[in-house]
């Protein structure tokens, strides 16, 4: 059975795909103009017009096939067919007409040019029309002498003839209509050079030719001939002291440009090696040694500069004695050299983080004074043991006679063993006392002052000395107190499970175990009801349509928009679809586009928050 939808379907968009039309073998029950379905008996795909069934693609069925003809086209794009008038190749709407000799009433259309609209006009009515006529006259003048015009005017037919007047033999006819004479042969012309101091005929048919001499290039434009002196490689300029290089021809050929004077070599000598001759075109090159830079920082500044990083590691072992620094000496910025070992570090400034030498000592310091000076051994030694003040030295078992030889007064030691010195203390010490030498080498009981922790038996108020018996499961090594274990160490149960466990005398879990949760009915009471209730006061349902309305208001009052909302048809039980609107946590709104009979529609809504 089809789910019925009651309300429009919007798919926003989306294709609806792997769709059949409803097939049936006679129109169905009219529901409204647009209705379509597949006629299987017929093969055909109808749909409702507003009146009747029709088949789509037959006449009156608003689906026509549109076909191109003689000077037309057509074609179909999607759902839009275009229908035009063929005015390209050799079937366009002129070449496919029929052929016929057109005569001055046949009509042409054409295209009005003060409405833009298609027009037709008789062919008579067009200005290169058929009509004959008949020239009345034609003129004929002349502003050039040796022009005659034989007969002018001439009407409907005749000829116009122009006849030479003048002239004769040896005259030629000039740009202007007048006739001039023709002038005498030409006879030639001498030409001399400067070279030879002879002249030569250049008679008529010879051809002058000027060639190029060395530097000098002849060119000609419009019967003009023009000499060239060639340029040289040299830039035109002003050169100072000048080196110049000249040709045959007395041309500089090269130049530049020397030093303001007349010096053409100097000599230049280091620290050692031999003195070297700078002449004309040397390039003298200042080249720094080790530590020494030099850079050209002008077209004649060279700036030497100091480049400690290049100086080599020396393996060479320091000796402050022979060794020295090279300084700044005062503030008249004197240079020289210092021994090492006349420079004392309070020359330097004091450390902006801990210094470290290494495995060395620190030797010949002074006793100190000030509160924030270094200490020596010496002075500690000295300043602190046998002083009295307490100097811890660790542990003493007093199973045995405390220590002697060597103790200095302020010792002290913790006992970890407990004992009365074998017999050398009148009481027995415990592990935590305290014993602090009185005086240096102490040698009797006296010369020892013992402090007892004095700390009493616990209670449940008082902080003391507690015992841990162990036949309560206790475990006491090595002063920590542990218990034993009993059963096994992890988690049992869940939310759909209960646990059992088992415990012993001191109330340790010995053994857990889950099992399954199940309630019969007669364990829970009023388990039913209480639930039914809840889940009554979460739904709401009622019957809807009265046959006239297509949207319908329901207020439901589950206080939520996470409603729930199903529909089915009270007659077929079958599920039916219709637009629904959460119009509020309170109500909501069906739309229809039947309005359903009177309580046809059953509506269920559920409160799913």
Do not use: C
Not at 223 to 235: K, M, R, S
Not at 368 to 384: E, G, H, I, M
Not at 469 to 492: F, I
């Amino acid at each position: 059975m089809a789910i019925k939808f009651l309300d429009s379907i919007d798919l926003v968009g989306g294709s609806l795909e792997n769709v059949i039309i409803q097939n049936l073998s006679a129109n169905p029950t009219a529901l409204g103009a647009g209705q379509l379905y597949y006629n299987n008996a017929s093969n055909e795909l109808r749909f409702y017009n507003g009146s009747a069934f029709v088949t789509l693609g037959v006449s009156g069925a608003g689906i026509q096939t549109i076909t191109g003809t003689n000077g037309i086209t057509a074609s179909t794009v999607g759902s839009t067919a275009t229908v035009e008038v063929d005015y390209i190749g050799t079937n366009n709407i002129i070449l496919t007409a029929g052929t016929a000799t057109p005569v001055a009433t046949d009509s042409i259309i054409f295209s009005d040019e003060s409405d833009n609209t298609v027009k037709k006009a008789p062919i008579s009515a067009l200005p290169f029309s058929n009509n004959s006529g008949t020239v009345t006259s034609v003129g004929l003048s002349t502003n050039i002498a040796a022009f005659v015009v034989a007969a002018s005017p001439i009407t409907s037919s005749g000829t116009i003839t122009l006849n030479l007047n003048g002239g004769s033999a040896g005259q030629f006819l000039r740009q202007d209509g007048t006739w001039a004479s023709v002038p005498a042969a030409y006879n030639g012309w001498l030409l001399d050079t400067d070279s030879s101091g002879t002249t030569f005929d250049v008679t008529d048919g010879l051809t002058v030719d000027f060639l190029s001499g060395t530097g000098i290039t002849p060119t000609h434009t419009s019967g003009a001939v023009t000499f060239t002196l060639d340029n040289t490689a040299v830039t035109a300029g002003a050169y100072t002291s000048a080196n110049i290089t000249v040709d045959a021809q007395g041309r500089i050929t090269a130049a530049s440009a020397g030093g303001a004077g007349t010096m053409t070599s100097f000599n230049v000598a280091g620290d050692t090696g031999t003195a070297v001759a700078i002449t004309n075109g040397n390039t003298l090159t200042l080249t720094g040694g080790v530590g020494i830079d030099t850079v050209m920082s002008a077209t004649d500044t060279a700036t030497f500069t100091i480049d400690l990083v290049e100086l080599p590691v020396s393996a060479q072992v320091i000796d402050p004695g022979a060794d020295s620094f090279i300084i700044l000496a005062d503030v008249s910025a004197v240079q020289g050299k210092r021994l090492i070992g006349d420079l004392g570090l309070s020359m330097f400034a004091a450390p902006t983080a801990d210094l470290a030498i290494g495995a060395n000592k620190l030797t010949g310091v002074s006793n100190p004074t000030a509160a924030q000076d270094a200490a020596t051994k010496n002075y500690v030694d000295t300043t602190f043991a046998g002083s009295g003040a307490l100097i811890f030295q660790g542990g003493y078992d007093a199973s045995v006679v405390p220590p002697s030889a060597g103790v200095l007064q302020g010792w002290t030691y913790a006992v970890t063993v407990a004992g009365d010195g074998s017999g050398f203390f009148p009481t027995t010490l415990e592990i935590g006392d305290l014993i602090i030498a009185e005086v240096n080498t102490p040698t009797t009981e006296a010369d020892w002052t013992d402090i007892q922790n004095n700390i009493d038996q616990a209670t449940a108020t008082i902080q003391g000395i507690a015992n841990f018996p162990t036949a309560g499961g206790l475990t006491v090594a090595n002063g920590a107190v542990s218990m034993a274990s009993v059963g096994s160490a992890g988690s049992v149960g869940s939310a759909s499970q209960s646990l059992a466990i088992t415990t012993d005398a001191q109330g340790r879990v010995s053994s857990k175990s889950a099992t399954a949760i199940a309630i019969t009915a007669s364990q829970v009471t009023n388990f039913t009801s209480t639930v039914g209730g809840i889940i009554a006061s979460q739904k709401f349902v009622t019957s809807v349509g009265n046959g006239a309305l297509t949207v319908i208001p329901i207020a439901h009052g589950l206080g939520s928009l996470d409603v729930m909302i199903q529909l089915f048809d009270n007659a077929s039980g079958q599920t039916v679809n219709a637009g629904v609107t959460r119009v509020s946590p309170t109500d909501i709104e069906l739309n229809f586009t039947t309005a359903p009979a009177a309580n046809a529609i059953r509506v269920m809504v559920y409160n799913m928050g």
